[in-house]
């Protein structure tokens, strides 16, 4: 069951991966972006990553993409066809293949013939019961950290007087 | 179905009252800004100072309530954390002082200034405390964050956005290098506590491991080797310190300093005192580099900030001699560097923008020819904590460099200790130089006496003051630092 649906989603994903490179709409592009990464959601929720997936979902989906959107409207980037390709395709075909090769090898001779055990479950309960024990601490440091974001990105927006 | 409850861990909020203290005055200061848009730069400053001193007060407080971990191992309470605490909010006190001339002269937001001061204290002091590698990155990055905005503060000017944009870019790059140390680290050990890290090194590897803990501790020391600007991982230092403005560098210089040196410290005489024979050579090369080139491109420099800048490279390196002793003597030696190298540091800067004027237009050299006939107390000030930071005797740096290099001698460093005497040396000269022309030379072109603000010359004050006091009598600041070198050392 799980192999078929891993099977619809990944095909799914290709497909949206392929289109976002090939399209010359920069807003399609963003869309089948937006595809492709509710895939690895989707997966990661296959693999009983259900926290990753739904973190997937928050912040690829809700932030980064809306993100990028906005970004397009806001400073009236060209909206439509227009070229944006840098004609370094060779260059990047290399990279990325490089990439997907080594990642494959890496992810095959590390966990090759190896199953989940569907039995065992990580729910977010668990990993928000570390956090609040555990790691109580930095949980905290962190919306100190926010906070510095914050004033430091009013600080340097703000117009002068 | 039942559920485990939760087990809330060992809570001593003694170990983290400081920085509370220090967020909500943060957070109080910059309501205030908000909600009262002509609330005067004065009570705002008043404000951050008595939090810097509640800051103080709960640090010392928390030193009498022994010393251990708390909120599950990710934070120490112990002597040395305190020490250093109380460094940092010394010297961010004497950089609220200095800053508020800035504030008034440059018309700069002052909620802003000092919240984002108290926040990067707090980052820094919690660096001092951590004891766990997570809390530790997040700490670094909320005071570095803190001072990628204060160094782009004069956003007008071009060198300020130069300058804070490195920062910003390399200093990314730093805290991915010190992000992926710590991954590899747990992947090697299976913790991020130094206890943990500790405890799994002394029972000894599983094979296959070694390699991810070797490159993990190799990543960790790049990333703090950025943050106290060691070679060659400093190359932001020059023009970071010349675009922030005066009173920003001279904070910036002493607590990332005090912050980075805390945790190589405190992993290293902890965490990873196991590798000691594997990390020594690595420091000892690094030291090597520092210390010669931070003292020989020195003298090149005609901009008093830039001359600055490397010599705090050339004193990262003799800090670097601290650790690499790896006793007790090296410990409390670079506790007691750190302390004096902070108070002086921000007392230079505090004069340097006093010199500097609107604009902060006159920071050459020849500036600063026959500054005594304009600025006398300036240019005392200046030439005392210049002798102090060229480690001449009877000053705080003397002591500092003396100590530090006996706990070398003691470890059997004594090649590194000639190199580093030769650099100290070298060193001597360049400030000498600023000090010749400061007394002996004419002004060439301008008689006009500047218009000096009061806390900046009060900064000076305290700096002198420091650098005099314990030059002549540094018992009891070494003192402390040896009991609170002690904790590392069981």
């Known amino acids: ?161 | 179905m039942t559920q485990d409850p939760l087990v809330i861990p060992g809570v001593n909020l003694w170990a983290i009252a400081p920085e509370m203290v220090m967020v909500a005055g943060a957070m109080g200061i910059l309501v205030l800004g908000a909600g009262f848009k002509k609330s005067h730069p004065l009570i705002l400053m008043a404000g951050a100072l008595a939090t810097l001193l509640g800051a103080a007060i709960a640090a010392i407080l928390a030193l009498g309530q022994g010393s251990g971990f708390a909120f599950d191992g990710t934070i120490a309470m112990d002597g040395f954390a305190g020490f250093l605490k109380l460094v940092i909010i010394a010297s961010a006190a004497v950089s609220v002082l200095a800053g508020y001339d800035y504030i008034q002269r440059e018309r700069a937001a002052a909620p802003e200034y000092l919240g984002l001061l108290m926040l990067a204290t707090t980052g820094m002091m919690l660096m001092a405390a951590a004891a766990d590698l997570i809390t530790v990155f997040l700490a670094l990055e909320t005071f570095s964050l803190a001072l990628y905005v204060m160094a782009a503060f004069r956003r007008q000017r071009l060198d300020s956005q130069e300058g804070a944009f490195k920062y910003f870019l390399s200093g990314s790059f730093a805290s991915a290098f010190f992000l992926y140390g710590v991954a590899l680290t747990y992947g090697g050990t299976g913790t991020t506590r130094l206890e943990g890290i500790a405890t799994s090194l002394s029972e000894g590897l599983k094979p296959g491991t070694e390699v991810l803990v070797f490159s993990g501790l190799a990543l960790l020391l790049v990333g703090l080797a950025f943050k106290v600007a060691a070679v060659p991982f400093h190359m932001w230092t020059p023009d970071v310190y010349q675009g922030a403005p005066a009173p920003v560098t001279g904070f910036m210089a002493a607590g990332s300093k005090v912050a980075g040196f805390a945790v190589l410290l405190r992993a290293l005489y902890t965490g990873f005192h196991e590798l000691v024979t594997d990390w020594q050579p690595i420091l000892i090369a690094l030291a090597l580099i520092t210390m010669i080139f931070g003292s020989v491109v020195a003298v090149a420099q005609t901009n008093v900030k830039r001359m600055l800048a490397y010599s705090s490279i050339a004193h990262s390196g003799f800090l670097l001699i601290g650790v690499i002793a790896a006793n007790q003597r090296g410990l409390s030696g670079a506790l007691f560097y750190l302390g004096s190298y902070s108070f002086v540091i921000v007392g230079s800067f505090a004069v340097i923008y006093a010199v500097g004027r609107a604009g902060e237009s006159r920071v050459e050299l020849n500036d600063y020819r026959g500054l005594w006939n304009r600025q006398p107390f300036m240019a005392v000030a200046l030439a005392v904590m210049l002798v102090s930071l060229a480690g001449v005797p009877p000053t705080a740096g003397f002591w500092a460099k003396l100590e530090v290099f006996l706990a070398a001698v003691e470890a059997g460093q004594v090649p590194l200790v000639v190199a580093a005497l030769l650099s100290s040396v070298v060193a001597v000269f360049f400030y000498l130089r600023v000090i010749v022309l400061m007394f002996l030379q004419e002004e060439e072109w301008t008689k006009e006496v500047p218009d000096t603000g009061a806390t900046s010359g009060l900064a000076a004050a305290v700096g002198l003051a420091v650098v005099a006091v314990l030059g002549v009598y540094p018992t009891p600041l070494l003192d402390f630092a040896r009991q609170a070198s002690l904790v590392l050392f069981r």
């Open chain 1, 1 to 161: 069951m799980h192999q078929y649906v891993f099977v619809v989603i990944g095909v799914l994903m290709a497909i949206a991966a392929v289109r976002l490179v090939t399209t010359k709409n920069v807003v399609h592009g963003a869309l089948y972006l937006l595809m492709v990464l509710a895939g690895a959601a989707a997966i990661f929720i296959l693999l009983l990553a259900e926290f990753v997936g739904w973190v997937q979902v928050l912040l690829y989906i809700g932030a980064v993409v809306v993100l990028l959107l906005f970004g397009l409207m806001l400073t009236r980037a060209p909206i439509g066809r227009t070229a944006l390709d840098n004609q370094s395709r060779a260059l990047a075909a290399l990279v990325a293949g490089a990439i997907f090769a080594m990642t494959s090898m890496v992810l095959v001779r590390a966990f090759d013939g190896q199953m989940i055990d569907f039995s065992q479950t990580l729910t977010v309960r668990t990993l928000g019961g570390v956090l609040f024990t555990k790691y109580v601490l930095p949980f905290e440091v962190v919306s100190v950290l926010l906070l510095a974001a914050l004033v430091g990105a009013v600080v340097l927006a703000k117009r002068d007087e």
